[in-house]
């Protein structure tokens, strides 16, 4: 625990030093259809065909996306790389809804369809390294004719790279960083003044449910609500470990386990951090539009960016590319960045990472990396990060400027301050997460907390039993 901390404290240093400098010098549409793009085609002519088989040819790669602001500026620059390489790349993007379940099938088929797709640690690395799905990069990255020393993988904030390999940190690396993001708060300027609500009085949450409470007020007959977060999502779990952060305070916990277990894998959702963190999830949802139960971060984003919603709560730093976009928001220039309030109990947050990664299956690993190699590079993240709002890279947050905003840049800040990494994986951790959103969805429709909460406990101890976690 104590070399883990110590590694917590120098990214956080690292990355305030970067984002101090910075102040001084100064998503898409919902997509459950699949895009398939090639190197030689724009993403405006891009088809509705899906890659079903894997090409063993030396000069394509297959490559399979979410639908994510990264992926929309790498489309952009992948005759680049063919120009560059001579390898074509056929692009699969899908929405969140059905990627997570596209990804598994693939990688657990002996032909994957694609040969480089992107990584969560949690959502599917820790699956795919138990069940021998994903390759291991090392070779990769040791290799200076595969990986030029220009790639500079030290220059990756280690707190994040760390988070790619398994069983731990200290496990080989299954993945390479390409964005960062931590869970935050977003809110509309213009309602708040228009209220008379200082935000900068706004400390605590119990400050912001008032303040929602005066918004949902003034607002609910013009189609605006108070507050938008995500519902029944598969990833929600995940965003939501930062509002039990929050609540959990200093006390420690075990990294992969997160806040849910003890060293002997009793389960803690009756903790009352946890139960205050599910709770005020659930009354979110709960103050949200017809249908927020069932909101994907998709729905969320074009709600905000529409102009439907006040606030959008605990969610992903990168958003801010999409609010800002004429293209794509209708509130530019309206939405204040805020770091997640006070709880009576604690103040906390957590990040999370997308990462790139290779099935262990695919007969193309060569050209694979090849690909990750150049889109994950010092000179590329330089292109992506004004679209992502979260490079990885030392090197891209110092030579940004001024390119993010000052208020943004500031809540990054204090966010960072206060955030862990917030990746909970282990055998049974799937099942679990499942009742989670079941447990948040239920509270947030009217039942009790307590009465849940305890169910969701018993269920959580009998999970881990099956999965010979505990006798």
């Known amino acids: 625990m104590k070399h883990a901390q110590l590694r917590k404290v120098l990214f956080i240093a690292m990355i305030l030093v970067t984002i101090a400098s910075m102040l001084a010098a100064c998503a898409p549409a919902k997509q459950t259809a ?179 409470d005066k918004i949902q007020t003034a607002y609910k007959d013009q189609g605006i609500s108070a507050a938008v977060i995500r519902g029944q999502d598969p990833t929600m779990p995940d965003e939501l470990l930062a509002a039990v952060n929050d609540y959990w305070g200093d006390r420690p916990f075990l990294a992969q386990r997160m806040f849910y277990f003890d060293e002997n894998w009793t389960p803690q959702f009756t903790d009352p951090a946890v139960v205050n963190g599910f709770k005020l999830w659930a009354k979110l949802v709960s103050m949200g539009p017809v249908g927020s139960t069932s909101f994907t971060w998709n729905d969320c984003v074009r709600q905000f960016a529409d102009g439907k919603a006040a606030t959008y709560w605990f969610d992903a730093s990168v958003f801010a590319s999409i609010f800002e976009d004429p293209s794509q928001s209708s509130v530019v220039g309206k939405v204040g960045y805020a770091s997640v309030p006070t709880t009576a109990t604690g103040h906390g947050t957590t990040n999370w990472a997308w990462g790139l990664s290779i099935p262990e299956k695919s007969p193309n690993k060569d050209n694979a990396w090849k690909f990750i190699e150049w889109a994950t590079s010092p000179e590329i993240e330089k292109v992506t990060a004004p679209s992502t709002y979260g490079p990885v890279r030392a090197s891209t947050w110092a030579a940004m400027g001024d390119t993010f905003g000052t208020e943004f840049t500031t809540a990054v800040d204090e966010n960072l301050k206060i955030a862990v990494p917030g990746y909970m994986y282990f055998t049974g951790s799937g099942e679990i997460t499942d009742r989670i959103t079941d447990a948040v969805i239920r509270i947030s429709q009217g039942e009790d907390a307590d009465t849940v909460m305890k169910e969701l406990n018993d269920q959580a101890a009998e999970i881990v039993k099956q999965n010979g976690l505990t006798k």
């Open 34 to 212: 699949e895009a398939t793009v090639t190197a030689d085609q724009s993403t405006a002519a891009a088809t509705t065909e899906e890659v079903t088989t894997n090409s063993s040819s030396d000069q394509v790669v297959n490559v399979l996306l979410d639908s994510h602001p990264w992926q929309q500026v790498i489309e952009k620059h992948i005759q680049e790389f063919t120009d560059q390489t001579g390898i074509k790349v056929n692009i699969t993007v899908l929405g969140e809804d059905v990627y997570w379940d596209r990804v598994s099938l693939g990688l657990s088929s002996d032909n994957p369809p694609f040969d480089v797709f992107m990584l969560s640690p949690n959502q599917t690395g820790f699956t795919g390294y138990q069940n021998n799905w994903i390759a291991p990069l090392d070779d990769y990255l040791n290799d200076p004719n595969m990986t030029p020393a220009s790639y500079d993988f030290s220059d990756i904030y280690p707190y994040i790279s760390a988070g790619f390999r398994f069983p731990d940190a200290d496990g080989k690396q299954y993945g390479i960083p390409l964005t960062m993001e931590t869970y935050m708060l977003f809110y509309r300027k213009d309602l708040f003044a228009e209220q008379n609500i200082d935000v900068s009085t706004l400390k605590t949450v119990d400050d912001w449910m008032a303040a929602l």
